[in-house]
């Protein structure tokens, strides 16, 4: 297992945000709209939460990668379990991941309206 001094702080370089989960094509769009931003994806977490990931190093950060503010670092920082770092990870984190809009459009068309075709026709 890597420690946090042995890292390059990877969980300082992102903000991951609940969501709803997507269940129209308006939220589908939206989703598209979000991945169209510079350093923003959505994915599906293996328990099956939405979020949107904001790639953004913390301006606490120096340039080894250690926190400037370590002794009144935010309560949410000193939780953080090492075992849940994406650098201690066994497999992905994501069951879902989009970057793009173009992955968006493709899951549209290939998961999402054959889904709700299935749905309607029910």
Do not use: Q
């Not at 994806?41 to 250690?66: I, P, Q």
């Not at 000193?78 to 770092?85: I, R």
């Not at 201690?88 to 809009?101: H, L, P, Q, W, Y």
């Amino acid at each position: 297992m890597i420690k946090c001094e042995d890292c390059h702080a990877a969980c300082c370089r992102e903000v991951s945000v609940e969501m709803d989960k997507p269940k129209t094509l308006e939220d589908w769009d939206i989703i598209r709209w979000m991945v169209a931003h510079e350093n923003v994806a959505v994915y599906m977490d293996e328990e099956g939460d939405w979020l949107v990931e904001f790639k953004t190093k913390c301006s606490k950060l120096d340039d080894k990668n250690r926190c400037t503010i370590y002794k009144i670092r935010p309560k949410t920082c000193s939780d953080y379990p090492m075992e849940d770092c994406i650098m201690n990870a066994d497999e992905a984190a994501e069951k879902i991941r989009f970057d793009t809009m173009e992955e968006v459009e493709k899951y549209i068309e290939e998961v999402v309206k054959p889904g709700l075709v299935k749905k309607i026709s029910s």
